[in-house]
């Protein structure tokens, strides 16, 4: 038997473990991320004959594939990484998200579209020329956080003394990296690690920094939404969406 279990995997991989575990399935907790879901992403880079100065290194595409209900980011990695900072063009990473619908579709025609969204908010782009890029398809590996599915996700700790929880969709971790799904999957790595340190009594824990205080006009927002929650909690409304 083992001394201590971290499960560091997705919500996919975990539903197929608590299925095929009759230890796993005899656990509320266990039992409840069955509820949870995920959704299909597709990564792409693209490797351009000329630098194009983009307006902001980090973006946010939105209602650009309405018939495939799918959102996406792109980033200019010359802004952004060593790597690439002296690279003779432009070398942009764009991630689709909820896109089930995209997953069919050919490399080619996902670069395509691609150029042609980031050329819609950078004019620059439009004749600038792919010379290399990558697709690559995810189904289900992203965590969908739905409205309503926070009480399904599980602690680090659970029912199971030696059994600890790490990734993005775990709960109950006092840390700013909250929305951020790598960097939180990483954030409960190191802190699942400790959780183990502390229940064997031997190795060294690891040195968890949180992110940077949050800006004023960010801090007001969320005492609000605070407030907003508390209120509803005292009279008993109760909605997902808070």
């Given at each position: 038997?083992?001394?201590?279990?971290?499960?560091?995997?997705?919500?996919?991989?975990?539903?197929?473990?608590?299925?095929?575990?009759?230890?796993?399935?005899?656990?509320?907790?266990?039992?409840?991320?069955?509820?949870?879901?995920?959704?299909?992403?597709?990564?792409?880079?693209?490797?351009?004959?000329?630098?194009?100065?983009?307006?902001?290194?980090?973006?946010?595409?939105?209602?650009?594939?309405?018939?495939?209900?799918?959102?996406?980011?792109?980033?200019?990695?010359?802004?952004?990484?060593?790597?690439?900072?002296?690279?003779?063009?432009?070398?942009?990473?764009?991630?689709?998200?909820?896109?089930?619908?995209?997953?069919?579709?050919?490399?080619?025609?996902?670069?395509?579209?691609?150029?042609?969204?980031?050329?819609?908010?950078?004019?620059?782009f439009k004749d600038a020329?792919?010379?290399?890029?990558?697709?690559?398809?995810?189904?289900?590996?992203?965590?969908?956080?739905?409205?309503?599915?926070?009480?399904?996700?599980?602690?680090?700790?659970?029912?199971?003394?030696?059994?600890?929880?790490?990734?993005?969709?775990?709960?109950?971790?006092?840390?700013?990296?909250?929305?951020?799904?790598?960097?939180?999957a990483y954030v409960t790595?190191?802190?699942?690690?400790?959780?183990?340190?502390?229940?064997?009594?031997?190795?060294?824990?690891?040195?968890?920094?949180?992110?940077?205080?949050?800006?004023?006009?960010?801090?007001?927002?969320?005492?609000?939404?605070?407030?907003?929650?508390?209120?509803?909690d005292a009279l008993g409304?109760?909605?997902?969406?808070?």
């Amino acid at each position: 038997p083992a001394d201590a279990v971290v499960f560091a995997i997705g919500i996919g991989g975990m539903q197929k473990l608590v299925g095929a575990s009759p230890v796993l399935g005899a656990a509320p907790e266990f039992r409840a991320i069955m509820n949870l879901r995920s959704i299909d992403v597709i990564a792409t880079r693209l490797w351009f004959d000329k630098k194009v100065n983009t307006r902001f290194p980090a973006n946010v595409l939105s209602g650009f594939e309405p018939s495939a209900n799918a959102g996406a980011t792109f980033f200019h990695l010359n802004d952004l990484q060593d790597e690439y900072r002296d690279a003779p063009g432009s070398v942009v990473t764009a991630d689709f998200y909820n896109a089930a619908a995209l997953l069919p579709l050919s490399d080619e025609a996902i670069v395509a579209r691609v150029k042609s969204h980031i050329a819609a908010c950078e004019p620059g782009f439009k004749d600038a020329e792919v010379q290399d890029s990558i697709v690559l398809r995810f189904p289900k590996a992203v965590t969908h956080f739905a409205p309503g599915s926070y009480p399904y996700r599980p602690f680090q700790t659970t029912s199971i003394p030696n059994v600890f929880m790490a990734g993005d969709w775990v709960k109950g971790v006092p840390h700013g990296a909250n929305g951020l799904s790598q960097e939180r999957a990483y954030v409960t790595g190191l802190t699942a690690a400790n959780l183990v340190i502390d229940r064997l009594g031997v190795g060294s824990k690891a040195r968890v920094l949180d992110t940077e205080p949050d800006e004023p006009h960010v801090q007001l927002a969320k005492e609000a939404v605070r407030q907003v929650r508390s209120t509803a909690d005292a009279l008993g409304i109760k909605s997902p969406l808070l």
